[in-house]
């Protein structure tokens, strides 16, 4: 809006990978990679992972020299639980050891269970139970898309220039996930949430506050809101294994210029000082937001700054999400058009009114549509 008034920022920060892809092949973003080489800042101050995302190698090429962003903050996922909720169920906690044998989507959909209440007191696994009339959810605060990840299921083929939304991978995940609160009754999705902590404004969230969900999806950007001012113990354990694979989430922030800016040069000195100075970037990233510093000098920054904060949180199992850790922000193309039509066929099967294998290959057939679209107007640069 700012840009198309004439009144454009100088520079967007923090903006996710989601949010630089928004606008990758629409020329809102300056290539660094000049600035950078003029002030002599060597990318391979940053870890692998957020110069990968910065480059946006799905547009520009895997070869290309490009940089829309400086690497600003790193996020991985854990999942977060309730100690003491799983004390009065009586059952153990999850493990503290990423790819520990049997902790897999199985093992979690049973610990929910166990862990999801109606007003009587009765589970999800016993008979009789209520799901109308729930009071603990065993989780919420979940993003059950990305569980398609685990049974092996990937959006894009850029060589075939093909969506794979109706892949039987993304078919099987989704439909498990949409599972979770139609079949299962242990997710609770914003609405059921609501109905636990009525009158929040962030019902995941104060139903989470307020001890009525038990296990949650946490991104380290989680930290400051989920972790802060809990009354009750909690500590954080690592995503379980799907059938195909343990995946988990990785978030990258960046710091960009507009293009349209007339201060690339100051806002260039901005983003230097903030993001490549080292002192500055470890304060901004752990203290800022909760988040780990992409400067591959101030990887430990994460456990000096925080752990004082988390007192017995397992925080070492954020750092120790890499090798598991998946990207699934960067652009394809029609990025955003797909993305706005998916709630079309993904909401009726996470409301349980349709399938999984009903509608994702309507959904493929949508998408391919706006990709084949995409590709007829515009080039990849080359």
């Given amino acids: ?21 928004l606008y ?39 070869d290309s020299d490009v940089i829309v962003g400086i690497p600003a903050a790193v996020f991985t996922h854990t999942i977060a639980y309730n100690k003491d909720l799983f004390a009065a169920a009586g059952i153990d906690e999850p493990p503290h050891q990423w790819n520990a044998p049997g902790w ?25 139970f209520d799901p109308d009339d729930i009071v603990q959810f065993g989780l919420g605060h979940w993003d059950t898309g990305l569980m398609a990840l685990g049974y092996g299921a990937q ?59 038990a296990i949650i999806d946490m991104c380290g950007c989680d930290l400051l809101s989920y972790g802060l001012g809990n009354d009750f113990e909690w500590d954080v354990a ?22 349209a800016s007339t201060q690339h040069a100051t806002a260039f000195d901005a983003l230097e000082f903030l993001l490549v100075d ?21 990887q430990g920054a994460f456990l000096e700054e925080l752990q004082g904060d988390f007192p017995g949180v397992d925080l070492r199992l954020f750092l120790e999400a890499f090798p598991y850790s998946v990207n699934q922000e960067g652009w394809f193309p029609a990025f955003a058009e797909v993305g706005d039509v ?13 399938t999984a294998a009903a509608r994702l290959p309507e959904y493929q057939r949508a998408a391919q549509e706006l990709v084949d679209k995409w590709f007829e107007e515009n080039e990849l640069p080359s």
């Avoid at 840009?3 to 996710?16: E, K, M, S």
């Fill in 155 to 213: 959006k894009y083929d850029p060589e075939s220039r093909r969506l794979l939304l109706d892949s039987p991978e993304n078919i099987a995940g989704i439909q498990f996930g949409a599972d979770l609160t139609n079949v299962h009754h242990v997710l609770a999705t914003d609405q059921l949430a609501a109905g636990v902590a009525a009158g929040a404004d962030d019902p995941q969230l104060a139903a989470w506050k307020s001890g009525n969900i």
């Fill in 1 to 21: 809006m700012l840009i198309a008034a004439g009144t454009p920022p100088d520079i967007v920060l923090p903006t996710g990978v989601f949010g630089i892809s």
């Fill in 104 to 128: 897999d989507y199985d093992a979690l959909l049973d610990m929910a269970k166990i862990l999801t209440l109606d007003s009587s007191g009765r589970t999800a696994a016993d008979a009789g």
């Fill in 342 to 354: 998916g709630g079309e066929y993904l909401d009726p099967v996470f409301l349980g009114k349709s």
């Fill in 24 to 62: 990758l092949d629409q020329n809102v973003w300056v290539d660094l990679n000049p600035l950078l080489q003029d002030a002599g800042v060597d990318l391979g101050l940053f870890v692998d992972a957020a110069v990968a995302a910065a480059k946006a190698p799905a547009y520009y090429g895997p």
């Fill in 238 to 259: 690592p995503w379980p294994r799907g059938p195909e694979r343990l995946v988990s989430t990785l978030n990258l922030d960046v710091g960009a210029i507009v293009a």
């Fill in 278 to 298: 080292p002192e500055n970037a470890r304060r901004l990233s752990t203290k800022g937001y909760g988040a780990m510093s992409p400067l591959r000098s101030q």
